[in-house]
């Protein structure tokens, strides 16, 4: 007897998904690891001439993952105008690399723990990860470009790597502690 599959269960991916879960969650994993041990104020310093810290690091890669999602899920509509960014805009983009008051990295790790839920839950579930949209229209891209959601996932591996890199630097100047090495 055969048992009818569940559409609230998400399959285990496998092959390609299976990879880029697996990357993902690894890069994911060296960024929580810097912050392991940390008080809210440690979290919140900058140790570096760079206005980075931890937590506004977490908070940021949760933000960028959000939004690609989103983007993967609704195309550019689910992107900001960047060509449009007033100093409000600017100036909200700045907090992102930032723990505000009232802020907590217990609070920023579970919202960035939702957000790997979210995604990892999406990339079992696509139809296909060869769907694709164009790119919102900002400096930095070419116009006419179109993102598959497989190049979206690549671009969020990538910018987590690049970060918990940062991460590694800055916990480093903060108190000696590498996440590797």
């Known amino acids: 007897m055969t048992e009818t599959p569940n559409p609230n269960e998400t399959a285990t991916p ?16 060296f960024l929580r690891f810097t912050t392991q041990g940390l008080t809210d104020e440690q979290a919140g310093r900058r140790t570096t001439v760079s206005a980075l810290c931890l937590g506004g690091l977490v908070k940021h890669v949760a933000e960028m993952e959000r939004l690609w999602v989103d983007f993967i899920l609704e195309g550019p509509s689910a992107m900001p105008d960047f060509n449009d960014m007033t100093e409000a805009d600017q100036a909200a983009r700045a907090d992102e690399f930032r723990l505000l008051p009232g802020e907590t990295l217990a609070g920023v790790l579970a919202e960035y723990e939702a957000v790997a839920r ?3 839950e999406l990339v079992a579930a696509l139809p296909s990860l060869d769907m694709d949209h ?33 991460a590694d630097i800055i ?6 502690a590498k996440t590797m090495g």
């Open 134 to 166: 164009p790119l919102p229209e900002a400096p930095w891209f070419k116009p006419g470009l179109r993102w598959s959601a497989r190049r979206a996932l690549l671009h969020v591996i990538a910018e987590t790597a690049q970060h918990a890199g940062h």
């Open 171 to 176: 916990r480093e100047s903060l108190d000696g």
């Open 118 to 120: 979210r995604t990892d």
């Open 14 to 29: 496998t092959g390609e998904r299976a990879d880029l879960l697996q990357t993902l969650g690894m890069h994911r994993n």
